[in-house]
Nanobody
Framework: QVQLVESGGGLVQAGGSLRLSCAAS????????MGWFRQAPGKERECVAA????????YYADSVKGRFTISRDDAKNTVFLQMNSLKPEDTAVYYC?????????????????WGQGTQVTVSS
């Protein structure tokens, strides 16, 4: 059974940084695409970053390009999201997701496995 556990969320002032981690268990995840999504109240869940199973190709939403960095450590079955220069509009619940297969996956429906979410709140 696949389990994903996010950590690293919290309250930070605008301009600050946070690093989210997602520890996966239950499989060997080197052949899995991984992604970070967020959902703010009243808004749809959106992909902010994704990484392919090779760790090569990555995707970033325009709103976070140059500020967020996704990375993965397959030896530890962990995916990270480094978030710098945070803005109040980054406030949301952040979810990690994994799915078997090639390529980048940026749509929620492409993922079967989700974490429970971690709250990120950026104060102005």
């Amino acid at each position: 059974q696949v389990q994903l556990v996010e950590s690293g969320g919290g309250l930070v002032q605008a301009g600050g940084s946070l690093r989210l981690s997602c520890a996966a268990s239950g499989r060997t995840f080197s052949n899995y695409a991984m992604g970070w999504f967020r959902q703010a109240p009243g808004k749809e869940r959106e992909c902010v970053a994704a990484i392919s199973w090779t760790g090569g190709p990555t995707y970033y939403a325009d709103s976070v390009k140059g500020r967020f960095t996704i990375s993965r450590d397959d030896a530890k079955n962990t995916v990270f999201l480094q978030m710098n220069s945070l803005k109040p509009e980054d406030t949301a619940v952040y979810y990690c997701a994994v799915e078997y297969g090639l390529g980048l996956k940026i749509r929620p429906r492409e993922y079967d496995y989700w974490g429970q979410g971690t709250q990120v709140t950026v104060s102005s």
